[in-house]
């Protein structure tokens, strides 16, 4: 591995956050050539650095991001401050379920963040003056009064124009293959959709849910799609919930935010392990099979398909979690519209900032794994620590690519076990709740529900 130099021409594929901050944090440093390439001008609607908002919390079981986070709130409530929303966040968990929270409200609490702890649904119900029909029942947790959320894709377009005034280059185009020189040791460029190649110095894949199509990741990583819905609100409803804070709950995967200042609408959705979509790779030396977001072709003037519907198991979720903090009336309340929120998963859910094994001048960005948006404004720092080989050896190792894959239980989903989304859509669920990391594959025994 070989860092560029700072006249290297840099190639970035693709303008999510890992792409974004990423080209920035190489600007502000003083490399001199970064073209960022895209299929469309960011944000890019099919990706998951877009829609009206994302969550902001310190609140990890995991001190490294803890850490990370209160470094990015610093520039959330500064330069991203009109982005940013400090509503705070009421994190719930039934009562006997209660490690991922435990460990948590440990590292915020040594980080000296301000919480208010709820012993049961009902007393968190009557802080926030819930009125409904048993609200939160049955739950207990805390509300993390700093944290917020982000409107995300007004953010990024701000994090894309101050990368084009720092002097970065944009391309519109699909990339379909990464060119290698005739031992594989180093990347030359990259054949675009129109059949042109880009040729370039160092190139950074920061694709997001396409990475694994680019770059064979032997399991590193895997695409998988969340649920998201919406549903309106009136102006009276409107001015009854905007006082509330995100809530999440801890076992089914349910989020839901309070209602959008703009539009009024409530947007819910679920952090599980997801739905795969597995579809053929074709590259010019071989054909594979690798999980996707399904392909949207914007040079074609195609944008992402409008749904109003979701898998069953899904929808269910959705109007469950949204009736216990909403009520039954808003919760049974059509969508207005829903989408799969793509996400990239790495077995740890630990970020990816390495080089590829064998190839000295292509790096890799990604592995959101649901939970990198919040460092929009600083993730770009790690990502360039890495390239340089200047971050601690305690974080290198924890973003390394890695030989001994090692799988572990992320205690912060809830919900169905992972499926392909073609089983969700027809109603065919695995046999039974699973547990442990191993097991929350794939199954191959199903029932039609």
Known sequence: MTPPSKDARILIVGAGEFGLSTAYFLLATGYSSVTILDRTTPPVPDGSSVDISRIVRADYDDIVYTNMVVEALELWKTEYKEFYYPCGL???????????????????????????????????????KLAHDKPLDGLAGYLSHDAGWAYASKAIEHLFRKCMELGAIFIKSR????????????????????????????????????????????????ATGQPVAFIQLTEEEYSKYKHLPIYINFVSGFYVFPPHPESHVVKAARHSYGYTNYQTV????????????????????????????????????????LAEYFGRDIAKRDFVKTRICWYNDTPAKDFLFDYLPGVDNLFIATGGSGHGFKFLPVIGKYSVGSIERTLPAKLLDKFKWGSDIQRKEDLSRGGTPLMTLQDAEAGVYPVYPVTDAESRQESPNRYTN
Not at 289 to 297: G, I, L, Y
């Open 90 to 128: 009421l994190s719930m968990t039934p009562r006997d379920n209660p490690k991922y929270l435990a460990d948590a409200l440990a590292n915020v609490s040594e980080m000296g963040l301000p919480i208010t702890q709820f012993n049961s649904g009902q007393d968190a119900a009557q802080y926030l």
């Open 175 to 222: 990339v379909d293959e990464i060119l290698y020189s005739a031992d594989h040791s180093t990347v030359t460029g990259v054949k675009l959709d129109s059949n042109n190649v880009f040729i370039c110095d160092f190139a950074v894949i920061a694709a997001g849910a396409w990475t694994d199509t680019l770059v064979p990741s032997e399991s590193r990583m895997l």
């Open 282 to 321: 074709n590259k010019s030396s071989s054909s594979r099979e690798s999980s996707q977001p399904p392909e949207v072709a914007y040079s074609q003037g195609e944008t992402p398909p409008q749904r109003t519907t979701l898998p069953q198991d899904a929808e269910d979720c959705l109007r469950h979690g």
